[in-house]
């Protein structure tokens, strides 16, 4: 399976999901695009978190100092991001491919972040709860179907809310994967136990 894991919008946990994906399936891991902190990169996160020793992490197709929107840390870089050197890596193990803040998070002067997103890859959301999310959470979904893509899975980080949950799912039809409860830390051992739990619903996509 090729997993894109793209989220509702920045900073709701895309990075540790995309971790727990890949010790459950033991995937190969890619993040196309990164703005800013190089030295502590997602993609060194994520490895980070994997305790298994089948995963492969791939570099980078760009690597840019600035954390801000990819289009604008280009532009400060005196580069100018091109779909076409973004070239997806080989393996004959599952791939998880994360992406850059929301779907329509700007790349150049003409592409986002969906257009990432590759007719044979499964699409998972990281949704999080905060006022106004159920809005950017359907959006979102709604883009992607707009583009001819179907939505695999979600997966929600933070504090259970059960009526947000409900309605998103049943608004929708997407299966759960699997909810990040707010911990006080993520480790090797705390991935491998959301891992664990959420394996079956990710062979099952």
């Given amino acids: 399976m090729k997993l894109f894991i793209t989220g509702i919008s920045t900073d709701v ?86 992406g850059a803040g929301g779907i329509f998070v700007p790349l150049n002067e003409k592409n986002t972040i969906i257009d990432l997103i590759q007719s044979d890859y499964k699409v998972i959301i990281v949704s999080r709860h905060y006022l106004g999310s159920i809005n950017h959470t359907l959006l979102t979904i709604e883009a992607i179907r707009n583009r001819g893509f179907e939505v695999a899975g979600i997966i929600f980080s933070g504090s259970e809310n059960k009526s947000t949950e409900s309605l998103i799912l049943n608004k929708t039809g997407i299966n759960c994967i699997g909810r990040i409860d707010e911990e006080p830390y993520f480790d090797q051992n705390v991935i491998r136990e959301y891992a664990d739990l959420f394996k079956d619903n990710l062979l099952g996509l």
């Fill in 13 to 98: 946990g895309k990075t540790v999901s995309s971790a727990i994906v890949v010790e459950a399936l033991e995937a190969d891991y890619w993040k196309p695009i990164q703005a800013g902190d190089l030295e502590n990169s997602d993609s060194h996160k994520v490895k980070s978190h994997v305790s298994n020793s089948k995963s492969q992490f791939f570099p980078n197709s760009y690597a840019l100092n600035t954390p801000a929107s990819p289009h604008l840390a280009a532009e400060i870089d005196g580069i100018t991001i091109n779909l076409s050197e973004i070239k997806e890596p080989k393996t004959d193990n599952h791939l998880v491919i994360e």
